[in-house]
């Protein structure tokens, strides 16, 4: 199993970002993904999650109506549509598949300042 992110940045408060998870390793359109988070000093979040079809997600109730986690299964990855960001969403963001056991990407960094 191989989970790369990518789409990290710096933005200004109020700014977007595009987050991807390209996956390998596993029959991606079997599995629901989840978008975690861990900001300095604090414990690792869940953020959002979609189910295996993409028909169902939900949120953390701090990134609801600013975020959208979206799956492409052709592709084999997943998406976490950021707007709106605050400075409190810096962190580095991981993306995350759990079979048997949870396997996690690199992780890239988001940094929300002006």
């Known amino acids: 199993v191989q989970l790369v992110e990518s789409g990290g940045g710096l933005v200004q408060p109020g700014g977007s970002l595009r987050l991807s998870c390209a996956a390998s390793?596993?029959?991606?359109?079997?599995?629901?993904m989840r978008w975690y988070r861990q900001a300095p000093g604090k414990e690792r979040e869940l953020v959002a999650f979609i189910t295996s079809a993409g028909g169902s997600t939900n949120y953390a109730d701090s990134v609801k109506g600013r975020f959208t986690i979206s799956r492409d299964n052709a592709k084999n990855t997943v998406y976490l549509q950021m707007n709106s960001l605050k400075p409190e969403d810096t962190a580095v963001y991981y993306c995350?598949?759990?079979?048997?056991?949870?396997?996690w990407g690199q992780g890239t960094q988001v940094t929300v300042s002006s």
């Open positions: 995350n598949v759990r079979r048997v056991r949870d396997y």
């Open positions: 390793g596993f029959t991606f359109s079997s599995y629901g």
